[in-house]
């Protein structure tokens, strides 16, 4: 007998026919015997529909307003889940996240969970039952409901199951596991059996969205054991794990991710002295505007050109924010684009192998895509290009470095 946390995501729960598939499907692992938790998302488009509504009332909800709004799409299907099992004869309850409780800071819409109290749980599932949780929930210490950020289904699942020293963390959904690169962008993205905890963060963080960062951060901390699977088919998914072959064996590039979420701004002639760059950045960063890719140049004429990064949705604060720097360090020139798009290869494997950087460079300039900017890490490279070269440059890589899905071949 194992204790599985598993979780489904909006696509899994999307309509009743869906929520009846994933009730057969639960009753089956609970009657080979095995202690379920299960967290499920709301259905698909809810949280956007719900988000809508918001702004149709108002510009600027209070965050407390909105996530009392947008955690109720969470607990609809958690109810209907419950209700299922109930006429199958399994019994089950469900649990909003004050319920568990499971207990966050006050950062509503990216609350962080800072303790589980899993003893109600425990006394749920040893009594038998299946316990469905809303997943993306949270209770702050005000008794204020919070949510955890887009796509933090995946993190309630990773919490619940390293408090409960869960024996799997199952991530089901609308793919049968984590591939090379996102199958609906190439058709030869392949399906990878494993996945280390490391490359799987940088995945998450380079704008892969088939797990939340978070999810993977919480794994790789508490050592969850946690796989990827698809919801309605058969299959192994894709484990990801905390094991790492030796370097030689790795492939070079595990997976390629894309990014079409930041933008670029540019501030051109600034007067070289010591702390421009601080100049520069601080008054960003003050905004809690994150900064990523950041490029700096000094020109003959001791005249510094600096170019960065930033969320798209903080793109207009920044950019505000860098005129007025402008203005005030006498720079020549202040310039924006939303138009790019941020692409990564990334492997472990990369460690052990010279001359990634320039293979990738070259697949590049083979297809004529232009590179603005580059950012590197022990096993990732990353480069900002035009955003309507992104599908180009992402499947160019997929082939360049050997991911294409083998060609089956006749006897
Ligand atoms: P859920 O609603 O179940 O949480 P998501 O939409 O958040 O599902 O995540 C699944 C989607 O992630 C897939 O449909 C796929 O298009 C996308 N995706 C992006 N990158 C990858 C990848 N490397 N491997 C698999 N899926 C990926
Ligand atoms: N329903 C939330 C969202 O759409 C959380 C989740 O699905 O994980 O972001
Ligand atoms: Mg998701």
């Known amino acids: 007998m ?5 979780k489904f995501g909006g696509s899994s729960v999307a309509n009743i026919e869906r929520i009846e598939q994933v009730a057969d499907k639960v009753q089956r692992f609970h009657a080979e015997g095995h202690q379920l938790v299960v967290v499920l998302s709301a259905m698909s488009g809810e949280t956007n529909r719900l988000l809508d509504l918001a ?46 409780p499971i207990c966050t800071d006050f950062e509503h819409g990216k609350a962080r969970i800072h303790k589980i109290d899993a003893g109600h749980v425990v006394q749920q599932l040893n009594s038998g039952k299946i316990v469905v949780v809303a997943g993306f929930q949270g209770v702050s210490a005000n008794n204020d409901i919070t949510t ?10 990773v919490a619940l199951a390293a408090v409960l020293k869960a024996d799997e963390c199952q991530i089901y959904t609308d793919v049968d596991g984590v591939y090379t690169t996102d199958p609906r962008v190439v058709a030869q993205a392949r399906r990878l059996e494993q996945i280390t905890f490391e490359e799987m963060l940088e995945m998450a963080s380079l704008g892969s969205k088939i797990l939340q960062i978070r999810a993977v951060e919480f ?27 030796s370097i030689m064996e790795q492939p070079i590039i595990s997976g390629i991710a894309f990014n079409r979420d930041e933008a670029k701004l540019t501030i051109r002639g600034v007067p070289d002295t010591p702390g421009v760059a601080s100049g520069i950045l601080g008054p960003v960063s003050d905004a809690n505007i994150e900064v990523d890719v950041i490029v700096q140049n000094v020109a003959e004429d ?15 604060k920044a950019l505000g924010i860098l005129q007025q720097t402008g203005d005030t360090l006498g720079a020549r020139q202040v310039s924006g684009t939303t138009h790019i ?5 990334i492997g472990v494997g990369m460690r052990s192998h010279a001359g990634v950087a320039s293979r990738m460079f070259a697949a590049l300039a083979k297809e004529n895509i232009n590179i603005q900017m580059i950012s590197t890490s022990e096993i990732k490279v990353s480069v900002v290009i035009d955003e309507k070269y992104t599908e180009l440059a992402v499947r160019a890589l997929h ?13």
Do not use: C
Not at 58 to 77: A, C, F, H, I, N
Not at 148 to 157: C, Y
Not at 399 to 411: C, I, K, N, Q, R
């Open 2 to 6: 194992a204790l599985y946390v598993q």
């Open 55 to 100: 702004r149709q009332v108002s510009d600027k909800p209070s965050p407390r307003e909105q996530d009392m709004l947008v955690s109720t799409g969470e607990q609809v299907t958690i109810a209907l889940l419950a209700m299922a099992l109930e006429k199958r004869g399994v019994p089950a309850i469900s649990m909003a996240g004050w319920q568990v």
């Open 148 to 157: 955890l950020g887009r796509g933090g289904s995946d993190t309630t699942a």
């Open 219 to 245: 794994a790789g901390k508490y050592g969850v054991p946690l796989r990827v699977l698809h919801s309605f088919q058969q299959g192994p998914g894709t484990l990801i794990t905390m094991e790492q072959k």
């Open 302 to 316: 001791n005249t510094t050109d600096l170019t960065f990064t930033v969320g798209r949705l903080d793109y207009e």
């Open 341 to 345: 798009a941020k692409v990564s290869i």
């Open 399 to 411: 082939s360049e470095f050997g991911l294409d899905t083998p060609l089956v071949t006749g006897a």
